[in-house]
């Protein structure tokens, strides 16, 4: 059996190594090597085939960080599609995102910064 991985309080707040998204707050990202995948996921005990945004976040609010930003969300999607549509995958891009609202109203700003 695997030995268990002690974390501090600050880790097991903060979400660990997936960036998280809070709603009405800027979120500086510089992300790299990004890709769709196509993944199955399970809600309610249903399986579902998802499209998922994934890539390496390096740097988040201006903090060097090794974590994973991931998002199947279709309407964050198809912000950063028109952000990313052709980029190199593996540049290195900061991105500002605002989420805004929740649930099924929530709504996103993206934009890359120079």
Do not use: H, P
Not at 28 to 56: A, D, R, Y
Not at 61 to 84: E, M, Y
Not at 106 to 112: A, E, F, N, R, T
Request: glycine share 6%; aromatic share 8%.
């Amino acid at each position: 059996m695997a030995e268990d991985k002690e974390v501090s309080w600050d880790e097991a707040i903060s979400g660990g190594n997936f960036v998280k998204l809070e709603a009405e707050e800027t979120k500086l990202i510089t992300i790299k090597n990004w890709k769709l995948v196509e993944t199955e996921k399970e809600f309610s005990g249903k399986k579902e085939t998802k499209i998922e945004f994934q890539s390496e976040c390096i740097e988040e609010d201006g903090v060097k960080v090794d974590k994973i930003f991931n998002s199947s969300s279709n309407r964050l999607k198809t912000k950063l599609r028109a952000v990313l549509e052709g980029t190199n995958q593996s540049d290195e891009l900061k991105l500002s995102i605002i989420m805004v609202g929740s649930k099924f109203s929530v709504q996103y700003s993206v934009k890359l910064v120079e």
